[in-house]
């Protein structure tokens, strides 16, 4: 059977051994991939004419001269911020255009100096002195927002929109999902002056972006022109409508006008034909690009039809080769296509298993899977867990229906089946929040949920799967094997690995994904990391990069699981993060050079406290002072300070703790004298005591009066 299937695989992990540490140091790897390149445009005069006018239009100028007199708040240029000053903000907001032409000069140099011309790509609009200005300009508009407020903080991530490391995109939405978003954006505003002096300086930059897009397409380069005019689109549809004005403006490019589009038939007139589901029993929703039938409510159904057309634009960006051909004209990169996708959505698990149970093996274990035979992808509605699964699917799905190349994949035979999997975990990565009426989108990055599993199984477990026997697994070993799940994990983090790498590794990985799609799977496209021992060292520095590449801070104000095992982290750096992120299921911070500062150091009262349910700190600079704070997490069922100062008066603050299960205290400095507050920890479960003073006798004691900690105990 020619199948392909989603295999839900556990990705929860063993927890930490501490004696089973034998990994050398890795050396913090810095500098690799994180040069910006520079490129050439070249502007005719009247663009210089229109770009020197849209800088300065009088009611910008105006309503930010009210607000810094109104709020008495310094005139520009402001501090930097310590997450933008990276970039290098520029000390002013008008441009001069000697200084244009003067970078453009030293651009052209560098271009001809590193044979780049060929690399350009709309990841290094940063170099270009009128995209700069203009995001200043809009920046500024957005600064009065409040500081800590959910919108403020997605303004921050959109003005950064092509940060190194990850793809990042702005969206349109769905015009009723839009509407109250955009509402609670207004309000943040002053005045309407001052949201339209916003939604002017992104109407500049959207129309700067525009303008690049069209020099990119008559150089040839039509992938950045393309990206570019997504960016241009999703740009526009943050405040879609004029100050004063009722109606919303729509987004005018064909492409963008597709997320939104949709008609619904709440209940089909026919029996459906494949799924033989009897007429008036469900929804079809048709978009421009999907037929999407569906047993869930209208609400979950348009929320996936939206998903859907978005999953798909920003494939069609980063996956450009793959589905291009020569027909493609710009401006409105038409696509020859031949039917909509097909997606069906099933009421619920039951209804799904009960649906699919005769045909396919196994279904009980999946959540959804695409049938390349039936060109369909199927998936049953379990509330925001489904994203998850249409994100992966779809893109199985695009890669078989869209590519512009014949795809003779054999799933089950053929090799390179790490990837077909890899760049589906890799986009499962797809993180998305509200900006303005528009949608902030993030794929990639070190703070990808799935990505923290690979992190976990390399650096701490020190799994790896031999390279050549990886790469050349077919669908049908990868599946069988016992080590299912570390397999998944490396494929994510090895798709991970080139995909937030450098444009040249983005474009090798996407070279080698349509060698194996084509049925020819060419290792030798990977270029120098194809062997084993060279990928390997790669992939590991690349693992301890973590957060201390140039985007360090976590995409969201909240990430479940963040596994930062000897990254070069600083207690700094964590206590820079959204304070969202201090609550969390799991924080791995072992081996890295967080202190005492992170848990006990002076905060403002309105931050709130620390709460993680499993907490690694193992050989860490973190003692006994942080113990009082550690003990107050009111979640907190693992804590690991193996190899840390810890002693006696630290574990006594731990006197009554109600929470805490699992205790890991090798070679900590302690002592009988700490068996009476263990034994007051009421749901202790398992103690790691090796490498300590505790005596035998101690040890006897503990146990005579909790034997049950004696199956999941390692005794002193
Ligand atoms: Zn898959």
Redesign the pocket.
């Known amino acids: 059977m020619d199948r ?1 299937r ?1 295999e839900a695989v556990s990705l929860r992990v063993a927890p930490t051994n501490a004696s089973s540490f034998e990994i050398a140091p890795l050396a913090p790897f810095r500098g690799e991939g994180l040069g910006v390149r520079g490129f050439a445009l070249r502007f005719d005069r009247s663009y210089d004419r229109r770009f020197n006018a849209l800088l300065c239009p009088k009611s910008i100028n105006k309503s930010l001269d009210r607000r810094h007199a109104t709020r008495g708040s310094p005139p520009h240029p402001p501090a930097p911020s310590p997450r933008s000053g990276a970039r290098g903000r520029k000390a002013h907001l008008l441009p001069k255009l000697h200084r244009g032409r003067l970078v453009l000069l030293i651009l052209i140099i560098q271009c001809l100096a590193c044979h780049s011309v060929n690399a350009q790509s709309s990841e290094d609009i940063y170099s270009n002195e009128y995209v700069r200005s203009a995001l200043e300009v809009a920046r500024e508009c957005a600064k009065p927002l409040s500081k800590n407020s959910e919108v403020a903080d997605a303004f921050e991530l959109l003005f950064e929109f092509n940060p190194q490391h990850r793809h990042r995109f702005v969206l349109p939405r769905h015009p009723n999902a839009a509407r109250a978003n955009f509402e609670q954006m207004a309000k943040l505003f002053e005045s309407k002056d001052s949201l339209e002096a916003f939604r002017q300086s992104l109407e500049k930059l959207a129309q700067t972006l525009d303008q690049l897009a069209i020099t990119k397409e008559s150089n040839q380069d039509l992938e950045s022109g393309y990206r570019l005019r997504w960016q241009a689109a999703g740009l526009r549809s943050i405040v879609p409508v004029a100050a004063g004005r009722k109606e919303p403006a729509k987004p005018t490019w064909t492409e963008a006008t597709a997320i939104g589009t949709m008609k619904l038939t709440p209940k089909a007139f026919v029996n459906h034909p494949k799924t033989r589901w009897p007429a008036g029993s469900y929804s079809v929703v048709l978009t421009p690009n999907f037929e999407i039938v569906s047993q869930a409510g209208t609400r979950p159904t348009e929320e996936v039809a939206e998903l859907c057309e978005q999953v798909f634009a920003i494939w069609k960006q980063i996956f450009f080769s793959v589905w291009v051909d020569h027909r493609t004209s710009t401006p409105e990169y038409a696509r020859s296509q031949d039917s909509k996708f097909s997606v069906t959505l099933f009421r619920d698990k039951a209804a799904y298993e009960k649906a699919l149970k005769p045909t396919e093996r196994n279904i009980g274990i999946s959540t959804g899977f695409y049938d390349p035979n039936r060109k369909m992808a199927l998936f049953y509605w379990d509330g925001q867990k489904t994203m998850e699964t249409v994100v ?1 699917e779809l893109v ?1 799905q695009f890669f078989f229906e869209a590519s512009s190349q014949d795809v003779a994949l054999d799933t089950d035979n053929g090799p390179g089946f790490w990837i077909i ?1 890899g760049i ?1 975990l890799y986009m499962e990565s797809m993180s998305t929040r509200a900006c303005g009426a528009g949608i902030l989108a993030d794929i990639g990055g070190w703070d990808a949920p799935r990505f923290q599993a690979g992190r976990y199984r390399r650096l701490n477990d020190q799994f790896w799967g031999q390279w050549d026997e990886f790469r050349s697994a077919t669908g049908t070993r990868f599946r069988r094997g016992k080590d299912i799940a570390v397999w998944y994990s490396q494929a994510c983090g090895l798709a991970h690995l080139w995909m937030d790498g450098t444009p040249e590794q983005r474009r090798a990985l996407v070279k080698y994904v349509q060698s194996v799609y084509a049925g020819k799977e060419e290792a030798a496209l990977l270029g120098e990391m194809n062997a084993d021992e060279r990928l390997r060292t790669a992939y590991d520095r690349f693992l301890v990069l973590g957060p201390t590449a140039v985007a360090t801070r976590p995409f969201y104000a909240i990430r479940k699981e963040a596994v930062l095992t000897r990254c070069d982290v600083t207690t700094k750096q964590l206590l820079e993060w959204p304070i969202g992120f201090r609550s969390s299921t799991w924080l791995e911070l072992s081996f890295t050079q967080v202190d005492d500062e992170l848990f006990v150091g002076e905060r403002d009262p309105i931050e709130p406290p620390w709460n993680v349910r499993r907490l690694v700190l193992e050989s860490t600079n973190v003692t006994d002072r942080s113990l009082e704070t550690l003990s107050q997490m009111k979640d907190l069922q693992e804590l690991d300070v193996s190899n840390c100062k810890v002693t006696d008066s630290g574990i006594a603050m731990l006197r009554g703790n109600k929470s805490i299960k699992t205790l890991w205290l090798t070679n900590c400095d302690i002592s009988d004298a700490s068996i009476d507050v263990f034994l007051t920890i009421s749901q202790l479960e398992s103690i790691h005591l090796k490498g300590t003073k505790i005596s035998p006798d101690g040890w006897e004691r503990l146990l005579d009066a909790r034997p049950r900690l004696k199956s999941k105990s390692e005794r002193p």
Do not use: I
């Open positions: 392909h989603l992966h199985h999997e589906a």
